[in-house]
């Protein structure tokens, strides 16, 4: 059998999830080699112009007796050209408190993730404690002044409990706990753009929320965070459906300084709380002559800031985010009995992002909505094979967007980020993803080999007419292309 | 099942948002500022409406200005809560302060105001009265070039001079003319003795006398620097738009030369620095150091070019050649010495944090401002950088700082009001952030290039 993207979806949201996962698989294996290219003008404000990421990626699962075994591990490298106003990592990308210059520059990124998860079958069948790590480490570099170094530890340690029930039923409990920390720091080789003010797009800042700034105000940072949270998981049969959930609640408490490692007592200078819920209800149905799949899938992530400057305690807020996603995806893979097979889909999707700065007056407010048709058709090849041509044309635009800006709180940040950012919020944009695979079970003896390239091209049609003196304005298009390789065993 | 999921579900959802609490948020402010002027000097109504109003956030070295409504008051409405710097400038023609006043006048009219550091974290309404400075004319400084040049390939401190300007309709001499560094807190660390702008309350100086106000009526000298006479007054005419150059060291630094030492001192980037060869004067500290410490040995960059009259060193102290604070926490003063202004009988003072004075504590003459004929308040590039001014609001109701930076190559330059008749009359209006501008390249050849217009 081939692994069709329904099919795939049912893995991944499967493979960390001890209460999702098939128990009739003992062993499954999976290992992807990934180059991913994106590239083009229109782009946010804090994104690089070009980004090429080099993944790569395994995944697997095996049983032992009453031990079960599952986890996945990535490793990338990624490069960003022309990235500017945000010396920074990518992990946590909400997050103030972070190196800000209007300098464009290069950057290299490395991440090491690594999931394991052990489980025993104290009741077989029935009962199944397990406990889950999630280990990460980050690095992220700039090779233009000012630049940056930033490295990020991770380690969660997630105990929980799978019951199993009669008809393929199963609920999991897990609770989330773990830490981060992350220094970052960043340094000139050039002396004169370290004093300087007249190069302005060299001055560092670091921005506490959104447009909040403090000009050159620490050359060293230490943030230090603590997750905690849970997850529910869900399994059923409802009919002929196959029905995987979960929901999940994470809150992440970070506390950030720029006091020396060494001290034995850090001053606070501000803290960020976010709190997570994300929920997944991927229902599935496989028939004789047509698979149908229905994805529903909501993120809503907020976050509040409090900063020593505004209150001692921390306790006022300045900085205010959220980043809120409903998706909703339809597939339906017909004409399965014949030797080429045809799937037909529609996703709804809906982003809204809110940035408030209190303090600056300042406050950006984003809905969109994007629809996206596909087609996919697999057609059977000699070699023991198939091909597979994907067409999925998009469309999507602005069902609000706000911003609120007072003169007298107008900075650097605003004419080179939030303004940006309104003008990418508010375009209309259409564009097309295209994607062609090859899978064989002929080429490697009962492997499936995957050969896969895929693109998407964005084109911006419009945007808002308001003349908000950017400094810099998300142009016409965007093109992403990926190539990947692909061994099931 | 399903009901007792769905209200697991439920449940857990409203648990977790109990625990998240609501928040005080932050609030941005209104800072409203009221000008007026002292009516027992100004009689006249005063159309505030001319005056130009600049706030500097000090976090983020943003700057706003503001226009002032026609009873003085301006509005900075929803600014971030935080420290600021504010400037008010104002300049009424002649023919202005004629109409409003019923006095006539030939010279144009300033008020100013300035304040640094305050914290506004609520919504403030704060009094401003501005300051009016008769401009005594004549000699001004032109250009000051504090910042010297690249550490790396420059000429560090060694390429320092100032400019000195008649800006005048008269011929001047400009014998015993003193160039006066004045001294300052170089820090805001908090400690006793200070004003409450962290500036030292030299009235707290050990022994100091009850005469007049030690802080508004005197500055007090880290250096001072005469250009000689001989005995007439008359040596050193100044036509009226020219200038004097005062180097540090009066050589080329824009090629290698000889040290006292007898190493070369090379240079990376002549680009970067200037020739200074051509100097009026130079400061030469040897002698003043073999007068105060007998038997000291010349240092190395203290080269004295024969061709190039010394300015006479009156006092100097932390120096062994003219180095002027380059992270811009010094001020410089000029007043001539003569009758009563004679800078060596001026009393020294300690710096008030001084409490126990010894034979080698370090004192500072203490210099009348009544002498004063220009003075120039410079300031940190960066806004939070800034330490407390040094001189009084009357003297010079701004600052002014390059915006490069320390060894930056960059001069502060008066900019020229007017040209007539082919002579250039520079800005003087008391308010340093209104009158001087930033040339990229220290320029001491007093060429039309060495001018902002």
């Not at chain 2, 007093?446 to 001018?451: C, E, G, L, P, T």
Request: hydrophobic share 35%; proline share 4%.
């Amino acid at each position: 059998m081939f692994l069709n993207p329904q099919a795939s979806r049912v893995l991944d949201i499967s493979l960390l999830r001890q209460g999702l996962g098939d128990s009739a698989i003992r062993s499954y294996g999976r290992v992807d080699l990934d180059y991913q290219r994106s590239e083009g003008a229109y782009r946010r404000a804090q994104e690089g112009f070009s980004k090429n990421r080099v993944a790569f990626y395994t995944a697997g699962a095996r049983k032992l007796g009453r031990i079960g075994i599952s986890g996945d591990f990535v490793f990338d490298k990624v490069y960003e050209d022309s990235l500017s106003s945000a010396i920074r990592s990518d992990q946590t990308l909400l997050s103030p408190f972070y190196y800000y210059a209007a300098k464009a520059g290069n950057y290299e990124r490395q991440n090491y993730k690594a999931n394991v998860t052990l489980s025993y079958d104290l009741i077989p069948g029935i009962l199944m404690p397990f406990v889950q790590l999630n280990y990460g480490t980050h690095w992220s570099t700039g090779s233009v002044d000012p630049r940056l170094d930033s490295k990020r530890f991770l380690l969660k340690y997630n105990p929980g409990l799978t019951y199993r029930m009669k008809g393929g039923t199963a609920v999991s409990i897990m609770a989330l706990k773990g830490s981060a920390r992350e220094n970052a720091g960043i340094a000139f080789k050039n002396d004169r753009f370290a004093t300087s003010l007249t190069y302005p797009d060299r001055i560092d800042y670091l921005n506490f929320g959104y447009g909040y700034l403090s000009i050159r105000d620490t050359s060293s940072l230490l943030k230090k965070t603590a997750y905690q949270g849970g997850e529910l998981t869900f399994k059923k049969r409802i009919g002929s459906w196959n029905l995987l959930s979960f929901l999940r609640y994470e809150r992440a408490k970070e506390e950030s300084t720029h006091d020396s490692k060494s001290q034995k007592s850090y001053r606070i200078r501000a803290k960020f709380e976010t709190d997570e819920y994300a929920g997944r209800l991927l229902f599935t149905r496989i028939g004789l002559d047509r698979d149908q799949q229905l994805d529903i899938h909501f993120s809503v992530l907020t976050g509040q800031d409090g900063h020593i400057d505004f209150s001692p305690t921390l306790s006022r807020v300045n900085y205010e985010a959220a980043q809120n996603t409903v998706d909703l995806s339809y597939s339906l893979i017909f004409n399965k009995r014949k030797r080429n097979q045809q799937e037909l889909g529609l996703g709804v999707s809906y982003y809204e992002e809110n940035r408030s700065d209190a303090a600056q007056s300042t406050r950006l407010d984003a809905r969109i909505l994007r629809l996206n048709p596909l087609f996919r058709s697999y057609i059977a090849s000699s070699l023991s094979g198939m091909l597979v041509v994907k067409v999925a044309p998009f469309y999507s635009w602005p069902l609000q967007t706000a911003l609120s800006v007072n003169p007298n709180s107008v900075n650097a940040f605003t004419r080179n980020v939030v303004y940006p950012d309104y003008y990418y919020f508010s375009s209309k944009v259409a564009g097309a993803q295209a994607g062609l695979s090859f899978l064989s079970k002929g080429l490697l003896k009962s492997n499936i080999l995957e050969f896969s390239l895929d693109a998407e091209y964005s084109s911006r049609l419009s945007t808002a007419a308001e003349s908000y003196p950017a400094s810099f304005a998300p142009g016409k298009s965007r093109l992403q292309t990926m190539v990947g390789v692909k061994l099931l065993f | 099942m399903k009901a007792k999921l769905f209200l697991f579900i439920s449940l857990l959802g409203i648990g977790l948002s109990a625990c998240k609490k609501e928040s005080e948020v932050t609030k941005p402010i209104d800072l409203t500022l009221n000008l007026s002027v002292d009516p027992a000097q100004i009689s006249f109504p005063v159309p505030y409406e001319k005056a130009t109003v600049e706030i500097i956030n000090k976090t983020n070295n943003e700057k706003y200005a503001g226009k002032p409504s026609s009873n003085g008051q301006v509005v900075f409405s929803g600014i971030v809560p935080g420290t600021y710097s504010v400037n008010v400038s104002m300049t009424l023609s002649a023919a202005e302060f004629t109409e409003l006043s019923g006095i006539a006048r030939e010279e144009d009219y300033h008020l100013n105001y300035a304040i640094d550091n305050q914290s506004y974290l609520e919504n403030s309404s704060v009094d401003m009265k501005l300051i009016t400075s008769e401009v005594i004319g004549g000699f001004v400084f032109k250009q000051i070039y504090y910042v010297g040049s690249s550490t790396k390939d420059g000429a560090l401190f060694r390429d320092l001079f100032v400019e000195i300007y008649n800006n005048s309709n008269t011929a001047l001499y400009a014998d015993s003319l003193c160039f006066g560094l004045v001294l300052g807190k170089i820090n805001t660390t908090k400690t006793d003795f200070l004003l409450p702008n962290l500036q030292y309350d030299w009235s707290q100086s050990i022994g100091m006398l009850q005469n007049g106000d030690a802080n508004n009526d005197y500055v007090y000298a880290k250096a001072i620097f005469m250009i000689p006479s001989d005995g007439t007054g008359r040596k050193h005419l100044v036509q009226p738009g020219q200038s004097l150059v005062i180097a540090g060291t009066a050589v080329d630094h824009t090629k290698p030369y000889v040290l006292n030492n007898g190493k070369e001192q090379t240079i990376g980037n002549g680009a970067l620095t200037v020739d200074l060869s051509k100097a009026d004067f130079e400061v030469y500290l040897y002698p003043y150091d073999q007068k105060v410490n007998p038997g000291a040995t010349k240092f190395a960059s203290d080269v004295d070019n024969p061709q190039v009259p010394d300015m006479e060193t009156i006092f100097a102290t932390g120096m062994n050649d003219l180095v002027m604070n380059p992270q811009g926490k010094e001020s410089y003063i000029l007043f001539k010495s003569g009758g009563k202004a004679d800078p060596n009988q001026f009393p020294k003072y300690a710096n008030p944090e001084t409490r126990t004075i010894t034979a080698s504590t370090n004192k500072y003459p203490q210099i009348p401002l009544s002498y004063v004929v220009d003075a120039v308040e410079v300031a940190a590039s960066v806004e939070k950088d800034k330490t407390a001014r040094r001189l009084p609001l009357k003297h010079d109701a701004g600052s002014i700082s390059v915006d490069g930076g320390q060894y930056s190559s960059q001069s502060i330059v008066r900019k020229t009001k007017t040209t007539v008749n082919g002579r250039r009359i520079l800005k003087d209006t008391n308010n340093s952030t209104a009158d001087f501008g930033v040339l990229p390249k220290a320029d001491p050849s007093k060429a039309a290039a060495s001018f902002i217009d």
